[in-house]
């Protein structure tokens, strides 16, 4: 939005932090948003997500008169859907040229060679992984990675670490958001399997990093060491 529309957001959440230069006034968390500073800054439409955002807050800015338009992103031609969908309303004259290059990019995604089985923690103490319908898993999946608990009746489960090391996928894959894995911090959990530490960003995020998105997540699981 930031850098497709410069002036048009004038609040993001303390998280938001891309593009690097963004000098915005910040509303707290998605799940502790200042409503009154929201309110305060009078804009013309809030966006905001079905995941992120508590229905009890997005209801409290439509009761003050505000505008509040909800995504829902679930794969990647939902995201781009999305995307396409949040910068008309905020007036963009047509689709920008990173939004049409990532189209492009993951339109023409070549057939994986093999696919991998993969769990893929988000968090530890306790331990969630990516169960079922999520974006992330719907990023991994075009690149030739089943996630075991794809099938899990829960989004992103909690399952405790013996579980996780018998289930015995063919990676581990570990993202630096929303928990920070590093080589130092993660791997060392599950002993003799291989080990893919990824962007969060490339995974879970859905913007103008979807056009490196599929080279540096495949990068990453290439590299993927015991």
Partial sequence: ?????????V???????????????????????????????????????????????????????????????????????????VLTACGAPGRPAWLAEAAAVWASLPEPPGRRTAVVPIWR?????????????DVLARLGVDQVYAAHPERYPRVPLDELRAARPDVVILPDE??????????????????ALVSGRHLTWYGP??????RVLAGALRAARR
């Fill in 125 to 137: 103490r306790p331990w969630m992984v990516l169960g079922r319908d999520t974006f992330a898993g």
């Fill in 178 to 195: 929303p928990y920070r894995f590093t080589a130092a911090d993660g791997p060392e959990a599950f002993p003799g399997l291989p080990c």
């Fill in 11 to 85: 609040g993001a959440t303390d998280w938001c932090d891309h593009p690097a230069h963004l000098d915005v006034t910040r509303i707290g968390g998605t799940k502790n948003p200042d409503v009154a500073r929201i309110l305060a800054l009078g804009p013309d439409l809030v966006i905001a997500n079905e995941e992120e955002n508590r229905a009890a807050d997005l209801d409290a800015l439509r009761a003050a008169g505000l505008d509040v338009l909800v995504t829902e992103v679930r794969t990647v031609p939902q995201a781009l859907t999305e995307l396409d969908r």
């Fill in 1 to 9: 939005m930031a850098s497709t529309l410069p002036g048009a957001l």
């Fill in 209 to 214: 990093s979807l056009r490196e998105a599929p």
